[in-house]
């Protein structure tokens, strides 16, 4: 186990199933046929998707939600539940999510995940916040603030430390696109970082 559940805010469905372990949304490649990375399952965001529809939790989905935090993996997330339930109070909690109004059991259910989704040091919301610059910050913003058609590319990164040859690569493709990324090596999942062509 991750030790950082997010099922109650992914509708039950454990987005880290996902091969390259993507805890906010499907990765570029995905379609609804298949996986990017296997193209033997269905991306797993996208059952994310059509069950939180289903449910009427889509605006959960919106929620910015925490990197995965290691020092937890290997463990579980019920001792933190029952911690919050306990600080809540057992019958306060049992009351509110055996209410008949759907509001009242919407508002416990979020009292008890919430503060365990969303950590102090992290504070995620679902509300849309103005980045603090206003001029674009690479020739990509620009482009794609003007409404332009952009092209960008993926180049694949070395296997050992020597970057000569990704360092070729980008050297050709520059030329012809506003922005490459390279993934980091698989396996594990880790973030993608990016280099702006211009």
């Not at 997010?6 to 454990?14: N, P, R, S, V």
């Not at 989905?61 to 057992?90: A, F, I, M, N, Y």
């Not at 979020?110 to 849309?128: L, S």
Request: hydrophobic letters at 35%; aromatic letters at 8%.
């Amino acid at each position: 186990m991750c030790g950082n559940c997010l099922l109650q805010e992914t509708a039950f469905i454990c987005p880290m199933e996902c091969p390259k372990g993507a805890r906010n949304g499907p990765c570029g490649g995905s379609t609804p046929e298949h996986c990017y990375v296997d193209e033997t399952r269905q991306c797993v965001w996208y059952r994310i998707y059509q069950r939180s529809e289903a449910m009427g939790r889509e605006d959960k989905l919106l929620e910015v939600l925490p990197p995965l935090d290691w020092s937890k993996t290997g463990g579980e997330t019920w001792g933190d539940v029952v911690h919050q339930v306990r600080s809540l109070g057992l019958g306060s909690t049992a009351k509110g999510l055996l209410s008949g109004d759907a509001a009242r059991r919407a508002q416990t259910w979020d009292a008890i995940f919430r503060p365990v989704r969303q950590p102090d040091w992290w504070q995620g919301d679902d509300q849309y916040h103005r980045p603090a610059y206003e001029a674009p910050i690479s020739g990509l913003e620009a482009a794609l603030r003007s409404g332009e058609f952009v092209v960008t590319s993926e180049v694949a990164p070395p296997m050992s430390t020597a970057t000569g040859k990704l360092r070729e690569n980008i050297r050709l493709i520059k030329p012809y696109v506003r922005a490459i990324n390279f993934t980091d090596n698989p396996p594990p999942p880790r973030a993608c970082p990016a280099w702006r062509a211009a």
